[in-house]
């Protein structure tokens, strides 16, 4: 147990229902004890770990709340020591007084992502699994939220494990080579390791691919919705976001500036721009307006080109900024106001769909196309998708390691293919957390907000 008992406020800063104190180290139950009298008259630690108690809060100054105790023993707690979370009501003045009594009485502050640290420092949460709980409380789309509920279950650490094992048993039979040149002690030959080392690079390339749905699940994507005024755009807006976020009107070019909003599609999570309809302009503000436009086109990694109906001439000067920019495989064209008639698809770019943003009808093949284009379809049917960079820059290092060691094979005996086994092992070991520097796990808990 970590020598420190340490206190914070897990719930978030504001007036709520409740909040809730968690204190963690080997006094937790003692400093409970001093602040929490359960109402039955019976000192706290008579009861019985993991029972909820009912009681009064009281500081120095005598009772200022009252609420309920549970008293998690070590090792059954999240953290892996004896844990205290107390709930007192949700005021702001009410938690400081709990937490201020908590220190009093001998808690020290604890820092950010201090509960989880220890969680992981005793062996209760993998690193990848910690930091699925950051996942977790960070989602704002529903796939996120699975994505990490699923990590927190295991479902990545399993898959690097089996991938760890598997190189692990390679490099042994490697290092029989080593120690008995003579003796044919290895059970595997050189083509054998190079189809295994093939077999786990096939792997690592498979998990190297979900990242770039993970980023867009979780960091986002910045998206912008171009084309022509009047063709729809702020409704479209309007659609995905599923309410009026963007002013919607019947005159051309009042869209002036730029909205963003964040909005999910499917799973992916969208920065997206309603920009200034493009075309040649002469109002001054306008013109202002289309500069953005062409801006967003550049940097926007999705773009959502909305036309009426068809491609007509006064959408080329769009579809050559699209061009210009390199970005017609990042695009999808919208034909919108299908309610209105027939659609032309111009065959211009992979991605065309008819629409109608005005009953919503093509909604689902639109968010169907932004999520292929995010690389939902790269992902495996087993739903481990990479989501943390950390993560994602470990993995490359170990397949590169990989590569390294197959092309040793083919030039150098099998001792120096072992060493780059070993640097894809240390790689993959940074993952799950069997192999990380005291600094990785600082960067790592950086992160997370106190209390967590
Ligand atoms: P923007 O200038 O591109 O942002 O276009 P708006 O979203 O302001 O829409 C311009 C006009 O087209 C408004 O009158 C909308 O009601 C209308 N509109 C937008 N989408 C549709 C659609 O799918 N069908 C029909 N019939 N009208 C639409």
Redesign the pocket.
């Known amino acids: 147990m970590n020598g420190v008992t340490v206190a914070a406020v897990s719930t978030p800063r504001g007036k709520g229902g409740v909040a809730l104190v968690r204190i963690s180290g080997e006094n937790a139950f003692d400093i409970a004890g001093r602040v929490f009298a359960p109402s039955s008259g019976k000192k706290l630690t008579e009861y019985k770990p993991n029972t909820v108690v009912h009681g009064v809060f009281s500081d120095s100054d005598g009772a200022f709340d009252d609420g309920m105790a549970v008293l998690y023993a070590s090792p059954r707690s999240f953290t892996g020591e004896d844990t205290a979370e107390l709930c007192c009501h949700g005021g702001l003045l009410v938690t400081q007084k709990l937490l201020t009594a908590c220190f009093s009485a001998g808690a020290s502050p604890a820092g950010r992502g201090e509960f989880t640290r220890r969680a992981f420092i005793n062996g209760k949460l993998t690193l990848s699994e910690a930091e699925a709980v950051g996942g977790i409380i960070d989602a704002v789309s529903e796939k996120h939220l699975g994505v990490s509920l699923r990590q927190l279950g295991g479902s990545l650490a399993h898959r690097i494990s089996g991938i760890y094992s598997r190189l692990a048993l390679l490099a042994s039979s490697v290092y029989a080579y080593i120690d008995y040149p003579d003796e044919d002690m290895t059970d595997v030959t050189v083509p054998e390791m190079r189809e295994r080392l093939c077999e786990t690079l096939a792997e690592l390339e498979e998990l190297r691919r979900t990242r770039r749905y993970g980023k867009a699940i979780s960091e986002g994507v910045k998206a912008a919705i171009i084309?022509?005024?009047?063709?729809?755009?702020?409704?479209?807006?309007?659609l995905l976001a599923g309410e009026d976020r963007?002013?919607?009107?019947?005159l051309?070019?009042?869209?002036r500036d730029v909205i963003t909003e964040k909005i999910t599609a499917g799973g992916v999570v969208l920065d997206l721009s309603?920009t200034a309809?493009i075309r040649e302009s002469t109002d001054k503000i306008e013109m202002l307006g289309v500069g953005r436009s062409l801006e967003q086109i550049n940097s926007a990694e999705l773009l959502i080109l909305?036309l009426e109906n068809r491609l007509s001439e006064a959408d080329l000067p769009v579809v050559e900024a699209i061009r210009a920019a390199g970005k017609e495989s990042r695009t999808v064209a919208v034909l919108?106001?299908?309610?209105?008639g027939r659609c032309e698809k111009p065959g211009v770019f992979e991605y065309e769909i008819e629409?109608?943003?005005?009953?919503g009808e093509g909604k689902e093949e639109l968010v169907k196309a932004i999520e292929t284009l995010c690389g939902a379809d790269e992902c495996g049917d087993d739903g481990t998708i990479i989501v943390s960079a950390r993560q994602s820059a470990a993995l490359d290092k170990a397949t590169q390691s990989v590569k390294n060691a197959i092309l040793a094979l083919e030039s150098y005996t099998q001792d120096v293919a072992g060493m780059d086994i070993e640097d894809a092992l240390a790689a993959l070991g940074e993952i799950d957390g069997r192999a990380v520097t005291e600094e990785i796990v600082d960067t790592i808990f950086s992160h997370f907000c106190v209390g967590k």
Do not use: F, M, W
């Open positions: 084309g022509r005024p009047n063709t729809g755009k702020s409704s479209l807006l309007n963007a002013i919607v009107t019947e051309e070019g009042t869209t309603d309809g909305v919108n106001k299908s309610d209105k629409l109608s943003a005005l009953n």
